[in-house]
Structure formats: structure tokens, C-alpha cells
């Protein structure tokens, strides 16, 4: 089984969508990591779905896939980052409407899975507070998400209210283990912030597996690093998502590497790749022996 390959076009802001999708396509990437944001996808702009019906058909052109991200840092609010987010004191419902509108555009691109993350709690307010509204808000979402037939994946996010896979276990455990609600797994949030290196990490939740970012991390810093310049044996957690048959997408995040987005996709393909063909020969030494 061959495991496959996208990148986030929230690391190549630089770029109009449809040169990042050439660039991406050419370098033999099989899907993106779309976020709805307003240098591509703006969710809040005019003529959305004739928007969306143009990347989609761009898209199907190049023969790549598509998960739909939401880590827009200011589409909803110019002087907040992230906010507001479904933990926020206010504005709660404008985070929903958003990922209500991922999950359409989701729809409407075949997506994968729509990621999303909880949000950082607010100063003075109870984790008991933290967990009413994040269920409430998920649970408006995965409404949405059983109306279109779309699959919602979670990200636990260092910092944030839900910061690890643990944490995304018990929301998934206080809405009744909703089949429509996935599990994100970032290999690199697995060394910075997780017990457990991201091979392990991935067995773990590798039957709720339903999203895969990749980049490289150093423990107890939340810098997205190109791979090499960390410490993720990405090897080890590719094989490990071959153990557990994932098939979904592999998409580097390195939303701060937009200056050189070229250059760095083209590394980056090239070292899951070889990364990949190690992991690969690791199993079938594993089977000889």
C-alpha cells in the first residue's frame, strides 16, 4: 500500500490557489490541504459555491484530492487570531456558522474530512465551561456534517483547550463516539506536546484515524519545522500509518514557509518519499526475519 501525499496551501499564501494547485500537481503531490481563508477559499466572499465549483473543477483536473482545513488566522476577526473559536466567551456561534460552511464546501469538493480544533479557553473560564461549549458547538457541526454524509476529523492543538489525543478521546467520549467525528493527528504535535512519539501515537488512534498533517517538531515547542530539522522519525510514523492501513492524506503543514513554498514542497515530497521506501523496507525485513 502506498501512502499519499498533499500539501497546505496555508503554506503558500504567496501563491493564487490555482498556481499553488499547478505547483503542487507538478511536483507529483496527490491532494491538498485546503484552508478556507481569504487568500484562496474565502468562506465569507461572494459566490462561494461558483467559487468552490471552479476549485473543484480544478482540482479534478490535476488529479488531486482535498481535506478541507480551518486554521484561518484572522478571517473572522483582523485583530484576534483564530477568534472567535467554539470555546470563546462570545461569538461562539460565528466559529459554527464557519465550520457549518467547511462542512458544505466540503460537500461540494468531495473532500476527505473537514479538520477543525477546539480553541484556546479564555482567562476565568472553568474547564466544566470549556467542555458545555465545545460539545455544543461540535454537536451543531456534526449535525451539519450527517445532513452532507462528510467526515469531521479533530485536531488537539498545543495550548489549546484540547491539546492532546487524549483530549480529543474524551470529547468524543461526551458526545457518544460520534462515527462522523475522526481524529486528527499532526506527527509533529506528537513529539511537542504528546506522551507518546507519533508512531505510537498513531497506533493509538489508528482506528479513528481520520486526518494526517505532517511536519517536523522539537519537544515542547510549537514550531512547524521541515522535516530533517526536528526530531519526528518520520520513517517510523509513516510505517506506522501502513501498520494501521490509513488511506487518507499525508499533507505537510508548514504555514510559515509561504516565502519559499516551492522549493519547500519539493523537499518535502522528496523526504516522505524516501522517507516512506525506509519504512517500507523496515516491514519487509520485519516479515523475513
Given at each position: 500500500?502506498?501512502?499519499?501525499?498533499?500539501?497546505?496551501?496555508?503554506?503558500f499564501t504567496g501563491h493564487r490557489l490555482d498556481d499553488a494547485v499547478a505547483v503542487l500537481a507538478d511536483l507529483g503531490y496527490d491532494g491538498?490541504?485546503?484552508?478556507?481563508?481569504?487568500?484562496?477559499?474565502?468562506?465569507?466572499?461572494?459566490?462561494?459555491?461558483?467559487?468552490?465549483?471552479?476549485?473543484?473543477?480544478?482540482?479534478?483536473?490535476?488529479?488531486?484530492?482535498?481535506?478541507v482545513e480551518t486554521g484561518a488566522r484572522y478571517v473572522m476577526d483582523p485583530w484576534h487570531k483564530h477568534e472567535p473559536t467554539l470555546v470563546?466567551?462570545?461569538?461562539?456561534?460565528?466559529?459554527?456558522?464557519?465550520?457549518?460552511?467547511?462542512?458544505?464546501?466540503?460537500?461540494?469538493?468531495?473532500?476527505?474530512?473537514?479538520?477543525?480544533?477546539?480553541?484556546?479557553?479564555?482567562?476565568?473560564?472553568?474547564?466544566?465551561?470549556?467542555?458545555?461549549?465545545?460539545?455544543?458547538?461540535?454537536?451543531?457541526?456534526?449535525?451539519?456534517?450527517?445532513?452532507?454524509?462528510?467526515?469531521?476529523?479533530?485536531?488537539?492543538?498545543?495550548?489549546?483547550?484540547?491539546?492532546?489525543?487524549?483530549?480529543?478521546?474524551?470529547?468524543?467520549?461526551?458526545?457518544?463516539?460520534?462515527?462522523?467525528?475522526?481524529?486528527?493527528?499532526?506527527?509533529?504535535?506528537?513529539?511537542?506536546?504528546?506522551?507518546?512519539?507519533?508512531?505510537?501515537?498513531?497506533?493509538?488512534?489508528?482506528?479513528?484515524?481520520?486526518?494526517?498533517?505532517?511536519?517536523?517538531?522539537?519537544?515542547?515547542?510549537?514550531?512547524?519545522?521541515?522535516?530533517?530539522?526536528?526530531?519526528?522519525?518520520?520513517?517510523?510514523?509513516?510505517?506506522?500509518?501502513?501498520?494501521?492501513?490509513?488511506?487518507?492524506?499525508?499533507?505537510?503543514?508548514?504555514?510559515?514557509?509561504?516565502?519559499?513554498?516551492?522549493?519547500?514542497?519539493?523537499?518535502?515530497?522528496?523526504?516522505?518519499?524516501?522517507?516512506?521506501?525506509?519504512?517500507?523496507?523496515?516491514?519487509?525485513?520485519?516479515?523475513?526475519?
Open positions: 500500500m502506498n501512502l499519499r501525499f498533499g500539501y497546505g496551501t496555508n503554506g491538498v490541504a485546503l484552508t478556507l481563508d481569504q487568500p484562496h477559499l474565502d468562506p465569507f466572499a461572494p459566490d462561494l459555491a461558483a467559487r468552490t465549483d471552479a476549485v473543484h473543477r480544478r482540482l479534478a483536473a490535476r488529479g488531486l484530492a482535498v481535506v470563546s466567551d462570545t461569538g461562539r456561534e460565528r466559529r459554527v456558522d464557519y465550520l457549518r460552511r467547511a462542512v458544505r464546501v466540503a460537500d461540494e469538493l468531495g473532500a476527505e474530512a473537514v479538520s477543525f480544533w477546539s480553541g484556546t479557553l479564555p482567562a476565568g473560564t472553568s474547564p466544566q465551561q470549556g467542555w458545555e461549549r465545545l460539545t455544543r458547538g461540535v454537536a451543531e457541526v456534526l449535525h451539519e456534517a450527517d445532513r452532507r454524509d462528510v467526515r469531521c476529523a479533530f485536531e488537539p492543538e498545543p495550548g489549546m483547550f484540547v491539546n492532546t489525543l487524549a483530549g480529543v478521546a474524551e470529547l468524543r467520549r461526551r458526545l457518544g463516539d460520534p462515527p462522523r467525528l475522526a481524529v486528527t493527528v499532526d506527527i509533529g504535535h506528537c513529539v511537542c506536546n504528546e506522551p507518546a512519539p507519533p508512531q505510537d501515537c498513531v497506533h493509538q488512534v489508528g482506528d479513528v484515524l481520520g486526518n494526517v498533517q505532517a511536519d517536523d517538531m522539537r519537544p515542547g515547542v510549537h514550531e512547524h519545522l521541515e522535516f530533517g530539522d526536528g526530531e519526528v522519525d518520520l520513517a517510523a510514523a509513516l510505517g506506522a500509518l501502513l501498520d494501521v492501513g490509513y488511506q487518507g492524506l499525508v499533507s505537510v503543514e508548514l504555514p510559515r514557509h509561504s516565502h519559499a513554498a516551492p522549493a519547500v514542497a519539493a523537499r518535502s515530497v522528496q523526504a516522505l518519499r524516501t522517507a516512506q521506501a525506509a519504512a517500507e523496507q523496515a516491514r519487509a525485513e520485519e516479515v523475513s526475519r
